[in-house]
């Protein structure tokens, strides 16, 4: 069982097309690219969470044959606008052979992208299960829990999941997804220590007005301490909203004052805000540290690859 990073980037993508902020220039330079987050459970069952706009070169990248499940977290584009992109599944098999991909989504979810996707249901490339949050489904050799999350009035049918499944070494593993959100809704027991934690770090700084109901790393720390992953944390959905002190770019709308920005003990002078992706690993390795906080955090890259 391998668990792929197939992207890890906002909305847009990293860096955003014309953007000449610090962080997008810099990433230009080093030619980092972070594509619309996507994950996928790779194993004798491959189950894709997410399905944005990049997903068949993120698919192409990583040479996945075949999709047997697919979870989707909301209805935002960048989590669900690449569903027509599946149509190849069916397309090269030969007549009568295929057989719909299941896909998982809240009914709040389901009816936003039916009014766009609604024929894939209807032409057998997916057939879609609504799911409810807090309660247990199975999906092949995955246990899945979906979760109610806080993301904001355009995405009320948000969920995170939580999955379980036989890892590599024969034992149970868990694995929590929050996806995009700034609050999880309904906590229960099962969601505490998973063994690894994927969570939203879309700024460093919490802003002082987080209009798009996204998470911080600043504000991710705390859910870190309360789900208390056994193994690893993975930050994934980062984006350029921060603002580095002295960009002339700050001036741009998509850029956001921190609302007390996170500092080392007793400094006065904020960490910096990381350009790329070694500078975010630093940051946050050093944050961790600073506040002798014993989780072990990876910054996600497109194309990580974790054996689980
Ligand atoms: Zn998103
Ligand atoms: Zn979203």
Redo the contacts with the bound molecule.
């Keep these: 069982m391998e668990l792929i990073f197939l992207g890890t980037g ?2 847009w993508g990293l860096p955003e097309l014309n953007c000449t902020c610090a962080i997008c220039n810099d990433m230009r330079s080093r030619g980092e690219r972070r594509t ?2 996507a994950l996928m459970l790779s194993g004798q069952s491959n189950l894709l969470i997410d399905c944005g706009p990049d997903i068949t070169h993120q698919l192409e990248q990583h040479q996945i044959r075949h999709i047997d499940g697919l979870l989707i977290t ?1 209805e ?1 584009g ?2 669900y606008l690449g569903l027509d992109e599946l149509f190849v599944f069916k397309r090269i098999r030969p007549r009568g052979a295929f057989r719909p991909i299941p896909a998982y989504m809240t009914a709040h979810t389901w009816d936003v992208i039916k009014q766009r996707f609604g024929y894939l249901e209807e032409m057998g490339v997916i057939v879609v299960h609504t799911i409810c949050p807090g309660r247990w489904f199975d999906h092949g050799p995955y246990h899945i829990l979906p979760f109610k999350t806080e993301h904001g009035s355009f995405a009320k049918g948000s969920v995170g999941y939580l999955i379980q499944f036989r890892g590599n070494t024969g034992k149970q593993t868990r694995l929590l997804y929050t ?2 959100f700034m609050d999880i809704l309904e906590t229960y027991d099962d969601l505490l220590h998973p063994d690894y934690l994927v969570i939203q770090s879309f700024w460093l700084n919490e802003p002082v007005h987080n209009r798009p109901h ?1 998470m911080s790393f600043q504000r991710a720390i705390h859910y870190i301490q309360q789900l208390d992953p056994i193994r690893e944390t993975f930050l994934v ?1 980062m984006g350029d909203a921060d603002k580095v002190p002295g960009d002339p770019a700050n001036t741009m709308l998509k850029k956001y004052d921190p609302k007390e920005p996170l500092r080392p003990p007793n400094s006065s002078e904020p960490y910096p805000i990381p350009l790329n992706h070694s500078q975010w690993q630093q940051t946050i390795t050093k944050i961790m540290a600073d506040r002798h906080l014993p989780h072990k955090v990876k910054v996600a890259f497109d194309g990580l690859r974790i054996p689980l």
Excluded: M
């Design positions: 906002a909305a619309r987050t909301h935002h960048d989590h996806s995009d996204h959905h």
